[in-house]
């Protein structure tokens, strides 16, 4: 999925030399994994490594500007990736298998394997919360907490409703077209995002709308969800849903959050996350 509200506009990452007040830069680097060049942004010194995992047509940097510019660069590391298709993880074209969500979290967990974390926590936004749920059940030994928001674990014909009207991008508010259009030219950004209403409406035609429902009593890790209230994309019986079904977990709603409140709140995001994976 992807922002309705315009993101905040990150401060530009330095790639060399200090970044402010952090005494870190952000590396920005591509790496070869399951056959493809991925790219991903690094920074911070710290012994828990983090993985964000962006939302529908996202990217690190269009994605995560305050949480790469800010999360506590001494306590973590922090790697926000590029999945296969998308931002600068080009070629390959985005394309949306039957499989896709399990592709990612399969790319997400070798790409840090590649990077040699042994052992490291999720934070994924929207379409990659449900890649991280999926990392997070399949891959137990490897992910040490998780933090998923704007996320969901089925497709219901009122979501399906929800994913075609923002099928037109023309239609999209300039603000939040301008700069996936810079990003990936007019023609990419259109065609991906028509592929995309496609191919995760698809899931509506399974038993209950099933994405990883299934999944979710797998997953061990302690588990944080949070959910804006207001969020235009995701309704709120989604995050309940998830709540419910993972053992221990913690739901946290943000009475004025849209879908991207990480972006439109991100100090008290920021601060809630860093407590929890602390």
């Known amino acids: 999925?992807?922002?309705?509200?315009?993101?905040a506009r990150a401060a530009p990452l330095t790639l060399r030399g200090p970044a402010a007040c952090y005494g870190t830069s952000v590396t920005s680097a591509k790496i070869?994994?399951?056959?493809v060049h991925l790219h991903?942004?690094?920074?911070?010194?710290?012994s828990h490594a983090v993985l964000l995992l962006p939302g529908m047509l996202g990217s690190g940097q269009t994605d995560f500007g305050p949480q790469l510019k800010s999360m506590n660069?001494?306590?973590f590391t922090v790697v926000a990736w590029d999945p296969r298709g998308y931002g600068k993880s080009i070629p390959p074209s985005r394309d949306f298998p039957p499989d896709f969500f399990e592709r990612d979290a399969k790319d997400a967990v070798d790409l840090m394997?590649?990077?040699?974390f042994k052992k490291f926590s999720l934070l994924g936004w929207s379409d990659g919360g449900i890649t991280a749920l999926i990392a997070a059940a399949k891959y137990p030994n490897l992910i040490h907490k998780l933090v998923v928001w704007g996320a969901n674990a089925s497709v219901t014909e009122e979501d399906v409703r929800i994913y075609n009207g923002i099928r037109d991008v023309s239609k999209w508010s300039e603000k939040v077209k301008k700069p996936l259009e810079e990003l990936y030219g007019h023609k990419y950004f259109a065609a991906t995002c028509e592929a995309w209403v496609d191919g995760i409406s698809r899931f509506a035609d399974n038993s209950d709308g099933n994405i990883c429902q299934q999944l979710l009593p797998d997953i061990k890790c302690?588990?944080?969800i949070i959910h804006g209230e207001k969020d235009p994309l995701v309704p709120q019986a989604h995050a309940e849903y998830i709540h419910k079904h993972i053992k221990g977990s913690r739901l946290l709603l943000m009475p004025e959050g849209k879908h991207n409140l990480h972006l439109r709140f991100a100090e008290d995001f920021n601060r809630e996350v860093e407590?929890?994976?602390?």
């Open 275 to 278: 407590k929890f994976l602390r």
């Open 222 to 224: 302690p588990t944080f």
């Open 1 to 7: 999925l992807l922002q309705l509200q315009p993101p």
């Open 40 to 46: 991903y942004q690094q920074t911070g010194e710290g």
């Open 32 to 35: 070869q994994v399951n056959g």
């Open 73 to 75: 660069k001494q306590l």
């Open 113 to 116: 394997q590649a990077l040699k």
